[in-house]
């Protein structure tokens, strides 16, 4: 008897463990049904549960990053605005020049001949709106794509590759796979700068990154697609369009999901060589999306 009871621990941790491992492989199957038929590469890694719940396919893989890339960036300009080198209200003039025709740019289209935007609103612009215009005067403020990288690098995120801007990416299709990070590292990033447990970022700079990652507006059919309407979603999309040969090179999405509870999960979801439609690399995005939602709905601490 005595025995028995010695035993009767590990053998609890040992059936706690099966069944944890039982229910993250019974969601990594689903999400490997939604794939394996496209004829895309596709990368995910999942966290929630205060990191207990964690699953990745192809997560240590490189993906271009596209513009996922402006949440680093603005995430960089943060840290310089805290850092006192730059402000929340600084005026940022921007000339007929910067507004370069063949990027997309909501700043050029309400604006065509120039403007001044306190630097607090091309941040907004350029993660919410996901504009490339206020992408690139931002990279101009901080030092170049190579200053992003390298500030990621500094604290510990080495898995993330910043080495052009958007007039460089848009203009070249191959130079876009010199952006690049991994799922797993999207989501370092995410969790890192959500928890802010190493003060990376101030009070005020925290909340406003997270109020503009809610505010979010493209990729309205992905994270978000298939989720109940009012699902909070802090989430940043990237997206590559797609060449002559009817090669789309990236469709991305990352970001955290809330939960009716209060509880959240992170998911960075990246597609790649995709020879799939426009709806159908959204749609796998939006299945992945809610079957996540759905574990984690069922499986809710």
């Not at 009012?230 to 997206?239: D, E, L, P």
């Not at 990246?270 to 749609?283: C, G, H, I, P, R």
């Amino acid at each position: 008897m005595k025995k028995l009871f010695q035993i009767t621990p590990l053998l609890f941790l040992f059936i706690s463990y099966q069944t944890f491992a039982q229910t993250t492989n019974e969601l990594k199957q689903k999400i490997q049904q939604i794939i394996w038929t496209k004829n895309v590469e596709v990368g995910v890694a999942i966290s929630g549960n205060n990191n207990k719940d964690t699953l990745s396919i192809h997560g240590n893989d490189r993906f271009p990053l596209q513009s996922v890339f402006k949440f680093h960036i603005a995430i960089a300009v943060l840290s310089e605005i805290d850092k006192g080198n730059l402000s929340f209200n600084q005026k940022i003039k921007i000339e007929k020049k910067d507004l370069i025709p063949n990027l997309y740019s909501p700043i050029r289209d309400k604006y065509p001949n120039g403007t001044i935007l306190p630097l607090s609103k091309i941040i907004e612009y350029t993660v919410s709106q996901s504009d490339n215009v206020g992408c690139d005067l931002l990279l101009k403020l901080i030092g170049g794509p190579k200053a992003v990288e390298e500030y990621f690098i500094k604290n510990g995120i080495k898995d993330v590759s910043i080495k052009i801007n958007e007039e460089v990416q848009q203009a070249n299709w191959d130079l876009q796979f010199e952006n690049w990070t991994t799922p797993k590292a999207a989501n370092e990033v995410l969790s890192t700068f959500y928890y802010n447990h190493a003060k990376l970022l101030s009070e005020k700079s925290y909340n406003f990154l997270w109020k503009t990652m809610k505010g979010t507006e493209t990729g309205k059919a992905r994270l978000r697609g298939q989720l109940p309407e009012n699902t909070i979603v802090a989430h940043k999309t990237g997206s590559s369009g797609t060449n002559k040969n009817g090669l789309t090179a990236a469709v991305n999405d990352i970001g955290i999901v809330f939960l009716p509870n209060g509880n959240h999960y992170f998911i960075s979801i990246f597609l790649t060589k995709s020879y799939e439609n426009d709806e159908t690399n959204e749609k796998i995005i939006a299945d992945i999306s809610k079957a996540t939602w759905n574990y984690f709905l069922k499986n809710q601490k």
